[in-house]
Structure formats: structure tokens, C-alpha cells
């Protein structure tokens, strides 16, 4: 007999280490743009998976590639070739620079890789490398330094040495950050955890001529961009300037856990044997899953689709903005959407869940929402509606 959410929060009470914030629901069931807790409430989810269910949950496709996958090959190391990751780096390739592939499991993962990439190539003695403030890389040691929040930092000092902190959209300041031990620059395009930020005009193509005058590494950090999220295949591509590297997670694989390293192929071989690992990296469930993510975005045309919920949703929500007194600015690219408001965004959450609509609030007063990017327009609707009136009731 299945137990019930209140049953199955008991099991996490006395078996779970309790280092995260959880809601007190247990959710067994997901399909599309919903998902059904434990007592068989329906949910329509406009966070799925905190970002990585590009598709909501089991998209068939995906779905019937896992199957296919398990039934012939689950996991061999990589000391051995599969067909699977090679493809799957392949599609990766022709749909970004042309670079080469390191697979993991994570975005921090993917990060770190990054991170030792970066030292590993540049001169000696050059090991600095400039993020920015309201960034978010990862969890590990390096990757949370390298996180400009200091609120991720408290407790876990000291931290790795060589990261550099720069406003983010000051180009000034990172001229003058700049020094001969300046390895590399490493910067989400579009900021997500900090609260969808866009960069201003120029900025990224200015990182872009910093790094070649100095001869530093330019890497981006699209874990929460990549893999059609924002309308293009990468946020990149809606600006004038390609990376030298970039990272990428979350939505590569529809939810299954995955990250990839990406370097320009003239440079790829700067990681070097037996410097950096992962032994479950690329395995070919993962592969299986990346390569589905990629066909069914190109079947079902949902980078057009990405777009075309940018606009629908900038329209709404700029009329709540002209109507309602605490919505500051809407922000987003595609499906990555954030509401600026001027106060405290967190109770908007929990009215929206006990009106069975799942969203989330980042540092503090954005209104974050990552949706699927296929989304039924009539259920995607009716997902803004509840947010709506959860604002003009808090207005």
C-alpha cells in the first residue's frame, strides 16, 4: 500500500539528513506540466525539477529511449567507447562552437571541470579567475567559491583561493580586476538563481575583447541556460560573442542527471589525462536521455516554442506591472522568466502551491519561472491566473 505524504515525511524525519527546505508534500506522479502529491492532488508545475524538466515530467520520448537503453546497457566506465556518448557530444558540437565534450553529472561538476580547464591552460603562474556577484556555480568547494554570495559561504571558510568578484555588467571593473595572474573569466550570460538577469548592452562582447587582449579564457556558464531553454540552443547565441568553453546541466537530459564541459577543439586537449574524471559521466543512460532531449526539441520545434512563450508571458505580466504596485520589472529570455517585485516574494510561493501551482522565489523578491517549454498554452494560462491572484490578494 502506497503511504501518504504525512507517512513518507515521518520516513525522511528519521532517515534524511535534513539539509534542505522541503514542502510538506509528497509528490509520486508527474506527466507534462503536472504533478500529483501523495493524496492525489494535482499540481501544475511551472519549476519542474528546478529547471531540468525541459519537457515536464516523463516526456514520452525520453521515456521510451531510457527504456530502450536500460534493457541493453546501464553503465560501463570510461575506459571504454559507447556509441551513445559519442553521439550525444557530436549533437552537442553541431548545435554550439564546434568544441569538443567532458561529460559528468552535474552542473557543479561541470563547473569544477571549468574551473581546472582554466588553470590547466592558461601560462603558469596565472590561476585567477573574475566571477561576478548574484552568481550561483555549484555546491563543491571550488564551485562555491566561485559563487559571489556570501550567504553561500558562512561556515565552509576558508575558501579556495584565486577567484575575483566584479559587479555584474561592469566591464570597468573587470578591466581593473585584471592582473598577470588573471586566468580566465567565468559568467552566466543570463543570471538565474540571482534572478534572471539579463546583461546589459555590450557586456558580454566586452568580457569577449578583455579575454583575447589578455589572453585569458572567456567561459560560460549555461547550466541553467543550455539546451533550448531561452529560445536558442544556448544563451550565447543571442549575443554577439562565443565562449571559449561553456558548462552545461539541468535540462541536457529532461531530468535525468547530467552535465557537460564544452571547450573549443583547438583548446580540448588542455584537460589532461588523469587530471579530472567522473565515473559515471556520460554513461549511456545519460546519453540515451541527452540525445532524446535533443531530437525531440528539433521534432516538436520548442526552441520556436521557447520564443513564443517569452512573448505571451512578458505580455501578462507587464499589464500586472502597469496594474499592480509591487511588481517592479519582468525579466526573461524564452522560458526563463523572472518577476522583480519590490517585497518579499516568498509567501507568493506558498499561496500559489495550496492553489496547487508550484513556482519558486530566488534572492528574495523574484518571482522565478522555468516551465516546460511545451507547456499547453490553455494550461500554462491557467498556471499565470493563479499567480495573478495570488499577487493582487498580496498587493
Not at 506540466?33 to 525539477?49: K, M
Not at 562555491?144 to 554570495?149: E, L
Not at 522560458?335 to 528574495?364: S, W, Y
Amino acid at each position: 500500500m502506497s503511504k501518504s505524504s504525512q507517512e513518507i515525511i515521518a520516513l525522511f524525519d528519521k532517515y534524511v539528513i535534513p539539509n534542505y527546505t522541503r514542502y510538506p508534500v509528497a509528490l509520486v506522479r508527474g506527466e507534462g506540466p503536472f504533478v500529483w502529491d501523495a493524496e492525489g492532488a494535482r499540481y501544475i508545475d511551472f519549476f519542474p525539477g528546478w529547471g531540468c524538466n525541459l519537457f515536464g515530467h516523463c516526456p514520452r520520448p525520453v521515456v521510451e529511449a531510457l527504456k530502450s537503453q536500460v534493457e541493453r546497457l546501464l553503465h560501463i566506465p570510461n575506459t571504454w567507447y559507447t556509441e551513445e556518448q559519442g553521439t550525444w557530444a557530436q549533437l552537442l558540437s553541431e548545435r554550439s562552437f564546434g568544441g569538443k565534450a567532458f561529460f559528468c553529472n552535474s552542473g557543479a561538476e561541470a563547473n569544477e571541470a571549468a574551473i581546472k580547464f582554466a588553470r590547466m591552460h592558461t601560462a603558469k603562474g596565472k590561476y585567477k579567475i573574475i566571477t561576478f556577484t548574484n552568481s550561483f556555480h555549484g555546491r563543491t568547494m571550488a564551485t562555491v567559491t566561485a559563487t559571489a554570495q556570501p550567504k553561500y559561504h558562512q561556515g565552509i571558510e576558508p575558501l579556495v583561493p584565486g577567484f575575483v568578484y566584479c559587479p555584474y555588467g561592469d566591464l570597468a571593473a573587470v578591466e581593473n580586476a585584471i592582473d598577470e595572474e588573471t586566468a580566465a573569466i567565468m559568467i552566466e550570460p543570463i543570471q538565474g538563481e540571482g534572478g534572471v538577469n539579463i546583461p546589459p548592452t555590450g557586456f558580454l562582447e566586452g568580457l569577449r575583447a578583455l579575454c583575447d587582449k589578455h589572453d585569458m579564457l572567456l567561459i560560460f556558464d549555461e547550466v541553467q541556460t543550455g539546451c533550448g531553454r531561452t529560445g536558442n540552443w544556448f544563451a550565447y547565441q543571442h549575443f554577439n560573442v562565443v565562449p571559449d568553453a561553456m558548462t552545461l546541466a539541468k535540462t541536457i537530459c529532461s531530468g535525468v542527471a547530467a552535465g557537460a564541459f564544452i571547450a573549443k577543439a583547438e583548446i580540448a586537449s588542455s584537460l589532461r589525462k588523469g587530471m579530472h574524471a567522473s565515473t559515471f559521466g556520460g554513461n549511456p543512460i545519460a546519453a540515451a536521455a541527452g540525445i532524446a532531449t535533443i531530437k525531440m526539441v528539433e521534432d516538436e520545434n520548442l526552441l520556436a516554442r521557447a520564443k513564443e512563450m517569452e512573448t505571451r508571458t512578458k505580455e501578462r505580466m507587464n499589464k500586472w506591472k502597469n496594474e499592480l504596485d509591487i511588481v517592479e520589472e519582468v525579466r526573461g529570455v524564452g522560458a526563463m522568466i523572472g518577476l522583480q517585485l519590490k517585497i518579499d516574494g516568498t509567501p507568493f510561493v506558498q499561496r500559489c502551491m495550496e492553489n496547487k501551482l508550484l513556482i519558486n522565489c530566488t534572492h528574495g523578491t523574484v518571482i522565478r519561472l522555468l516551465p516546460a517549454v511545451n507547456t499547453p498554452f490553455d494550461v500554462y494560462d491557467e498556471g499565470l491566473d493563479i499567480l495573478e491572484d495570488a499577487l493582487k490578494k498580496g498587493a
